[in-house]
Each structure stands twice: as structure tokens, then as C-alpha cells.
Nanobody
Framework: QVQFVESGGGLVQPGGSLRLSCAAS????????MGWYRQAPGKQRELVAG???????SYADSVKGRFTISGDNAKKTVYLQMNSLKPEDTAVYYC??????????WGQGTQVTVSS
């Protein structure tokens, strides 16, 4: 089992910035990748950004150039720097871990609201 501590969500005005953090812990697991999904009301969960153990990154087209993902494998921590936020970025953001055995685990989510 994997436990998560997520932080950094909140309310921000359009054009503002937030930084999400996620720390994973548990017994005897090795990380293949970590990242963030988000789910807005009435919409499907979508992948926002991911980073692999080898520091390969991927982003949704809608956030490229605005969001930056980074991670620390030793600390099993992932960060998402979100700049130039838009109202359409409003969602619950979920941290995830994919282990080297291809098991998937999810955090409890943190709310991000972009509104004036």
C-alpha cells in the first residue's frame, strides 16, 4: 500500500501560480513514474503531467509551456509548478504513482480553483 501527502492547492486568480507537492511512502515499492491527473466537475479524469524514474516528462497539450513537473526519486516526491493559470485549470488534482511492477496508486486529491 502507498500513502500520499499532497499539498499546494487553493484559490488563485487567473494568471496566477500555484505549486503542488506530493510525497509518497509505503513498504517496499520502487517507482517507475509519478505525476498528476485532474478531474473537473462533469468531466473525465485527464493526465496533466508525468515524470518517469529516468526523468522523462510528458504533458497534456493544454498545459504545455505553463506547467512544469519535477521529481525526486530518492524522496519519492513529485512537484507541479503551475503558472499562467486559467479558469479551465480548475479541478481536483490527483497525484499518482506507478511502481516498477506496474501497480498504480492514487492520492486523495487537492482542489485547485482559478477564479477572479
Amino acid at each position: 500500500q502507498v500513502q500520499f501527502v499532497e499539498s499546494g492547492g487553493g484559490l488563485v486568480q487567473p494568471g496566477g501560480s500555484l505549486r503542488l507537492s506530493c510525497a509518497a511512502s509505503g513498504n517496499d515499492f520502487s517507482i517507475y513514474g509519478m505525476g498528476w491527473y485532474r478531474q473537473a466537475p462533469g468531466k473525465q479524469r485527464e493526465l496533466v503531467a508525468g515524470i518517469t524514474r529516468g526523468d522523462s516528462t510528458s504533458y497534456a497539450d493544454s498545459v504545455k509551456g505553463r506547467f512544469t513537473i519535477s521529481g525526486d526519486n530518492a524522496k519519492k516526491t513529485v512537484y507541479l509548478q503551475m503558472n499562467s493559470l486559467k479558469p479551465e485549470d480548475t479541478a481536483v488534482y490527483y497525484c499518482y504513482v506507478t511502481t516498477r511492477s506496474q501497480a498504480h496508486f492514487w492520492g486523495q486529491g487537492t482542489q485547485v480553483t482559478v477564479s477572479s
